[in-house]
């Protein structure tokens, strides 16, 4: 994930499973792979131990607010809040710099 000399943004959606997570790998995958479809996405890195921690990156706020208003994505997000998260919060970012380490 690489989107060198400009700004972008990053949502970082951090979450704790509720014990009832049947269903919830394959909508993730789903929601990944229309999120790759959209206008404005760059990438996502996600991990999950204890927490999870998702982090999504996006050209501009624009393509965040047309992401969260997918209907897909929202009937995603329903189901999550009634059976897959136990809490979760969502936090938008704008990357002014990146720099990596690579062995």
């Known amino acids: ?9 990053a949502v970082i959606f951090t979450s704790q499973q509720t014990e009832t997570i049947e269903g919830y790998d394959d909508m993730a ?8 479809q959209q206008p404005g996405y760059i990438g996502i890195e996600s991990a999950r131990s204890e927490i999870g921690i998702t982090v999504s990156y996006w050209k501009n706020i624009e393509a965040i607010k047309n992401w ?9 997000q329903k189901l999550g809040r009634k059976q897959w998260y136990a809490w979760y919060k969502v936090r938008i970012c704008k990357v002014e710099r990146e720099y ?4």
């Open 100 to 103: 990596e380490f690579n062995m």
């Open 29 to 36: 995958q789903t929601m990944e792979n229309l999120a790759k």
């Open 68 to 76: 969260k208003a997918n209907l897909d994505h929202q009937m995603a």
């Open 1 to 9: 994930m690489s989107n060198k000399g400009s700004s972008y943004y």
